[in-house]
């Protein structure tokens, strides 16, 4: 009786997880805030479903001591619920206690979301939509939550939902100060929300049931086999353990360099350390979030910030392809003894070729027009040095070592160049990644050599790579033409070009600002957070994700007809 019974509250904890979490968001609403007496009786009836399904749980066990430790974790919805009888419902210790519990019960049941989730048989572009809107509005909750803000401050709705989505789709688009607006707890949300988004949260999922020594299913492997490019499940197993160790080692490194550079500017080692592992995750996931109110303009000459920073970002940046290739080259000559030249994949000859060049033409196109204006202060080796930190940070990062809202008009829109073309595929950064113009340049040379084949260093580029790259191009287009005039029209007071900067930015996941983002009405705002959240996972994943049914292979041909171009 007791097994059939917790078998059926199986199928209801889930959507009333969902339900409750979503209630946490809202219940400060202006639609809601005028029912707080409602408002109560259903966190009540939620709280108190949720006692009788660990209640249901614990008698259908094994009720031992062994079994109270292995759940102890679900025995905290009991706290809030005494609570409410005993403290008033509005005060700030039961409002932390209901949180806390409802997100403790969400993640003590997320196997139970999961099955209520698989249910709709998403594909996996849908799944990805899914799990990034879960977890930045798992990142809003948070935010809005009294703990993250210092005293005296408040988090909007609104607000908290641009913050977790800025962080989760690594962007760094701010309509609060990081370092005075947010505590501790805070900050460490919004680490946690770039970790996960970095990784990317099928990524991250995998590692840690391969960390637990859970097994990972043969839908999730497919999933994650359709997301990495990957041919066999073992290959995905491999790669995605690379990617973990590789990310850890990197941000560790970082923060260690960090640390010995920046232990004689603040008092302490935690200050220190904490100011150095925020700052390397932030600059390896390309997310461009600081501690500092003034972003990284305190070390313009401060060359081992530059060059850790710098570095992080390309490392980010170019994929973690490129980075296998490096390793496996001085595994080959280092460890195995291989004389011969280790062979690069087309895909990584790209990423650096492009990544070097598009690196120097910002560095040089800066120095060359700000030399005389903004950095005319500089001694011409620190000029040059906030020329290169700016031309990298540029393309996806989002740090600054210079006032952006200062740069002349030529210099803002060759950052808007550079943001819209982005970092390389498989990397942490946004845009239509170096990739794509280059395999676009490889079909306009093709043409005009009269090659039928669009050839890149001596291969032929398949038909199907040459669709999507154009793809990209105009769908990217498109969605920042369209998301720029509707700017336009909620933002008429502003100027075009720092419009134009932001939607861009926001769309390459960059997070740079000309200073406009906290001062933009709410229909702006919720633009950009649009723009972020497409712009991380990507036009074609979305456009993938809204089709209603699977696109079946054509198995005819239409008579061909020459039409007019040019």
Same mark, same amino acid.
């Given at each position: 009786?007791?097994?059939? !019974?917790?078998?059926?509250?199986?199928?209801?904890?889930?959507?009333?997880?969902?339900?409750?979490?979503?209630?946490?968001?809202?219940?400060?609403?202006?639609?809601?805030?005028?029912?707080?007496?409602?408002?109560?009786?259903?966190?009540?009836?939620?709280?108190?479903?949720?006692?009788?399904?660990?209640?249901?749980?614990?008698?259908?066990?094994?009720?031992?001591? #062994?079994?109270?430790?292995?759940?102890?974790?679900?025995?905290?919805?009991?706290?809030?619920?005494?609570?409410?009888?005993? #403290?008033?419902?509005?005060?700030?210790?039961?409002?932390?206690?209901?949180?806390?519990?409802?997100?403790?019960?969400?993640?003590?049941? @997320?196997?139970?979301?999961?099955?209520?989730?698989?249910?709709?048989?998403?594909?996996?572009?849908?799944?990805?939509?899914?799990?990034?809107?879960?977890?930045?509005?798992?990142?809003?909750?948070?935010?809005?939550?009294?703990?993250?803000?210092?005293?005296?401050?408040?988090?909007?709705?609104?607000?908290?939902?641009?913050?977790?989505?800025?962080? +989760?789709?690594?962007?760094?688009?701010?309509?609060?100060?990081?370092?005075?607006?947010?505590?501790?707890?805070?900050?460490?949300?919004?680490?946690?929300?770039?970790?996960?988004?970095?990784?990317?949260?099928?990524?991250?999922?995998?590692?840690?049931?391969?960390?637990?020594?859970?097994?990972?299913?043969?839908?999730?492997?497919?999933?994650?086999?359709?997301?990495?490019?990957?041919?066999?499940?073992?290959?995905?197993?491999?790669?995605?353990?690379?990617?973990?160790?590789?990310?850890?080692?990197?941000?560790?490194?970082?923060?260690?360099?960090?640390?010995?550079?920046?232990?004689?500017?603040?008092?302490?080692?935690?200050? @220190?350390?904490?100011?150095?592992?925020?700052?390397?995750?932030?600059?390896?996931?390309? #997310? &461009?979030?600081?501690?500092?109110?003034?972003?990284?303009? &305190?070390?313009?000459?401060?060359?081992?910030?530059?060059?850790? %920073?710098?570095?992080?970002?390309?490392?980010?940046? %170019?994929?973690?392809?490129?980075?296998?290739?490096?390793?496996?080259?001085?595994?080959?000559?280092?460890?195995?003894?291989?004389?011969?030249?280790?062979?690069?994949?087309?895909?990584?000859?790209?990423?650096?070729?492009?990544?070097? &060049?598009?690196?120097?033409?910002?560095?040089?196109?800066?120095?060359?027009?700000?030399?005389?204006?903004?950095?005319?202060?500089?001694?011409?080796?620190?000029?040059?040095?906030?020329?290169?930190?700016?031309?990298?940070?540029?393309? @996806?990062?989002?740090?600054?070592?210079?006032?952006? &809202?200062?740069?002349?008009?030529? +210099?803002?829109?060759?950052?808007?160049?550079?943001?819209?073309?982005? #970092?390389?595929?498989?990397?942490?950064?946004?845009?239509?990644?170096?990739?794509?113009?280059?395999?676009?340049?490889?079909?306009?040379?093709?043409?005009?050599?009269?090659?039928?084949?669009?050839?890149?260093?001596?291969?032929?580029?398949?038909?199907?790579?040459?669709?999507?790259?154009?793809?990209?191009?105009?769908?990217?287009?498109?969605?920042?033409?369209?998301? !720029?005039?509707?700017?336009?029209?909620?933002?008429?007071?502003?100027?075009?070009?720092?419009?134009?900067?932001?939607?861009?930015?926001?769309?390459?996941?960059?997070?740079?600002?000309?200073?406009? +983002?906290?001062?933009?009405?709410?229909?702006?705002?919720?633009?950009?957070?649009?723009?972020?959240?497409?712009?991380?996972?990507?036009?074609?994943?979305?456009?993938?994700?809204?089709?209603?049914?699977?696109?079946?292979?054509?198995?005819?041909?239409?008579?061909?007809?020459?039409?007019?171009?040019?």
């Amino acid at each position: 009786m007791l097994k059939r !019974l917790t078998q059926r509250l199986n199928y209801i904890v889930g959507p009333v997880a969902i339900f409750a979490f979503v209630l946490l968001l809202l219940e400060h609403s202006e639609w809601l805030r005028p029912h707080p007496v409602l408002i109560r009786q259903i966190n009540l009836s939620i709280l108190g479903l949720f006692a009788v399904d660990v209640l249901l749980n614990w008698l259908a066990g094994s009720k031992d001591r #062994a079994y109270l430790r292995r759940h102890w974790f679900d025995l905290i919805v009991f706290v809030p619920l005494i609570q409410f009888f005993y #403290a008033p419902p509005d005060s700030a210790l039961s409002v932390i206690l209901r949180q806390t519990a409802i997100m403790a019960m969400l993640l003590s049941r @997320t196997r139970r979301v999961k099955n209520f989730v698989t249910m709709f048989s998403l594909q996996p572009a849908q799944l990805m939509l899914m799990s990034f809107a879960g977890v930045i509005v798992f990142g809003t909750v948070l935010l809005m939550m009294p703990a993250s803000t210092v005293a005296g401050e408040k988090t909007t709705l609104l607000n908290a939902f641009f913050t977790a989505t800025s962080a +989760t789709c690594v962007t760094g688009l701010i309509v609060y100060d990081t370092a005075t607006h947010f505590t501790f707890f805070g900050q460490l949300v919004i680490l946690m929300l770039i970790q996960v988004g970095g990784l990317g949260i099928m990524t991250f999922s995998v590692s840690l049931a391969l960390l637990m020594r859970r097994g990972v299913s043969m839908k999730d492997q497919s999933i994650m086999q359709d997301v990495l490019d990957q041919d066999t499940l073992q290959s995905v197993k491999r790669l995605v353990g690379f990617i973990v160790c590789m990310t850890f080692l990197l941000e560790a490194i970082g923060a260690v360099i960090l640390f010995r550079a920046w232990k004689p500017v603040f008092h302490g080692s935690l200050e @220190t350390a904490w100011h150095a592992v925020f700052h390397s995750i932030s600059a390896f996931c390309n #997310a &461009g979030f600081s501690t500092f109110s003034n972003s990284l303009m &305190g070390f313009s000459t401060d060359v081992p910030t530059n060059l850790v %920073i710098g570095g992080l970002i390309v490392l980010g940046g %170019i994929g973690f392809v490129v980075i296998g290739d490096f390793y496996q080259a001085l595994r080959d000559r280092l460890v195995r003894r291989i004389k011969r030249r280790y062979k690069f994949r087309i895909q990584s000859r790209l990423a650096l070729g492009w990544t070097g &060049g598009l690196i120097l033409l910002g560095t040089g196109l800066v120095y060359w027009v700000e030399r005389s204006r903004l950095l005319s202060d500089m001694a011409w080796n620190h000029a040059l040095l906030a020329s290169v930190f700016q031309s990298v940070t540029t393309r @996806t990062a989002g740090f600054n070592t210079c006032e952006i &809202g200062m740069l002349q008009p030529v +210099t803002l829109f060759l950052f808007i160049i550079l943001m819209f073309i982005g #970092a390389c595929p498989g990397g942490t950064g946004g845009g239509i990644k170096t990739t794509t113009p280059a395999v676009l340049w490889a079909v306009i040379r093709s043409g005009f050599n009269r090659r039928a084949q669009t050839e890149l260093y001596r291969r032929s580029i398949p038909i199907e790579v040459v669709q999507k790259a154009i793809m990209v191009l105009c769908a990217s287009l498109l969605l920042v033409c369209g998301a !720029l005039g509707l700017m336009l029209v909620f933002e008429p007071e502003k100027d075009f070009i720092d419009l134009f900067f932001e939607t861009v930015s926001a769309f390459g996941t960059v997070g740079l600002s000309t200073g406009i +983002t906290n001062a933009l009405s709410t229909g702006g705002r919720v633009i950009i957070t649009l723009l972020m959240f497409v712009g991380r996972l990507g036009p074609l994943t979305i456009g993938f994700a809204f089709m209603l049914r699977k696109s079946q292979t054509a198995k005819y041909r239409y008579s061909e007809e020459r039409i007019m171009i040019g």
